[in-house]
């Protein structure tokens, strides 16, 4: 079942202005309610969205589902699925901001457990915003530095139902509710659209997923510099990760992980730095 939080009046006054002055266009956060922090350049990162461990010694760097507290003494990063419901969770939604084609919820083909929300208009936008902004509030309460927003790309997936301009009009009102709750926001994945999110959605960061093994992690650094953190998979390594960690286009943030993120303890577990 899903955690809810009650988000403070003043969030809710807050996210009802940002929603009357969105637009697929550039726009202008709005102040902080504390200065933001982004993650330390280089630090060495864990994901561990599979369940929440200490992280290991020299970690500067860990992500959480939001459900799980934050990491204590690191930068920690709370995970949200900002364009789709999570697995088990899509009955929690309004039915009208699920995406639907011939009647039926159009699933994402990876992750058959989770249903694409629907972007392409204001108002399913502002029901989107209206549930994950209890959410973010719940992520900066708990002590989270940072938000990110999974499934950027979902219009890829949408067959035409949703366009770029459609998510990236969800992604600027999601940053801009992040920032008001003085937390950072990470674009996750979605290469091809770097500039676009970071130009005028307005995100601070990327946490990037297999940039190495694809040839991507030029794309987020050319836009983004310093502010690239990389998680690679063990079941898709197309040369040693030792070259990957001496490849000068890998991010300095980088880790390999089990496709599964496995708790320390599990068999598939597996957690591997640059610095060995």
């Known amino acids: 079942m899903t955690r809810v939080r009650t988000a403070a009046a003043a969030v809710a006054v807050l996210l009802l202005g940002l929603i009357s002055g969105c637009t697929a ?9 504390t200065p933001l ?14 369940g929440a ?3 290991a010694p020299g970690v500067g760097i860990v992500a959480r589902d939001r459900t799980d507290p934050p990491a204590a003494g690191v930068y920690s990063i709370c995970y949200l699925n900002g364009f789709q419901t999570q697995p088990g969770e899509a009955d929690d939604w309004p039915e009208e901001v699920l995406l639907h084609r011939g009647g039926e919820r159009v699933i994402d083909p ?9 972007t392409s208009t204001a108002a399913a ?6 549930m994950l902004a209890p959410w973010i509030a719940g992520c900066a309460a708990d002590g989270y530095a940072a938000v990110e927003f999974d499934n950027l790309d979902s219009y890829t997936r949408s067959g035409g139902a949703l366009s770029r301009d459609d998510n990236l009009a969800l992604a600027t009102l999601l940053v801009q509710t992040a920032h008001a709750q003085g937390l950072a926001s990470a674009q996750k994945n979605a290469a091809e659209d770097a500039a676009l999110l970071r130009e005028q959605a307005g995100f601070d960061f990327v946490v990037a997923e297999e940039c190495a093994a ?14 690239v953190i990389d998680i690679e998979y063990t079941d898709n390594l197309p040369r040693p990760f030792a070259e990957m960690c001496d490849d000068p286009d890998s ?7 089990d496709r599964e993120l496995t708790m320390r303890g599990d068999d598939a577990y597996v957690f591997e730095t640059c610095g060995g």
Do not use: F, N
Request: charged content about 20%.
């Open 25 to 33: 266009g550039p726009a202008s956060a709005p102040p902080s309610a």
């Open 37 to 50: 922090t982004l993650p330390p350049a280089g630090a060495v990162p864990d994901y561990q969205l599979g």
């Open 53 to 55: 461990y200490d992280p």
């Open 110 to 118: 990876d992750w058959p457990d989770e249903v694409l929300l629907d």
């Open 125 to 130: 936008r502002e029901q989107i915003v209206t």
């Open 214 to 227: 694809y040839g991507e992690c030029a794309a987020y650094t050319e836009v983004y510099g310093d502010l």
């Open 251 to 257: 991010p300095a943030s980088l880790v390999l992980r």
